[in-house]
């Protein structure tokens, strides 16, 4: 499935992150990515995966992390939302509400 960007425009940071999460979407190609520009400091992303059923959160964030090893410290630095869901959490989680329809930034 490919990584979507569901609003705003990409950007060179934007295009960096969609790298490191190229190579999760390899070895996961039923996991369904998302990103997008929260402001002007702010990348949120999504990431809805069968394999974090019966991970802890904190596994699963010491997981998808691995794959933004190598990126830049700017890029790894604009990541403000990492959210790592099973397809059953999607309508459940908070966060994916705020991730669906965001608040609009101030900045």
Same mark, same amino acid.
């Given at each position: 499935? !490919?990584?979507? @960007? !569901? ?37 949120? @992303?999504?990431? @809805? ?52 329809? !965001?608040? !609009?930034?101030?900045?």
């Amino acid at each position: 499935m !490919p990584i979507s @960007i !569901p609003r705003g425009t990409r950007d060179p940071l934007i295009d960096e992150l969609m790298r490191g999460l190229s190579s999760y979407e390899l070895k996961h190609p039923d996991a369904k990515i998302d990103l997008y520009r929260q402001n002007s400091a702010s990348v949120r @992303i999504r990431i @809805i995966d069968d394999c974090f059923a019966g991970m802890s959160r904190r596994d699963r964030n010491d997981y998808a992390w691995t794959y933004f090893d190598n990126l830049s410290e700017d890029a790894q630095g604009e990541i403000s939302l990492l959210l790592l869901l099973t397809p059953a959490e999607v309508e459940k989680d908070f966060a994916n509400i705020e991730f669906e329809d !965001p608040v !609009p930034s101030m900045l």
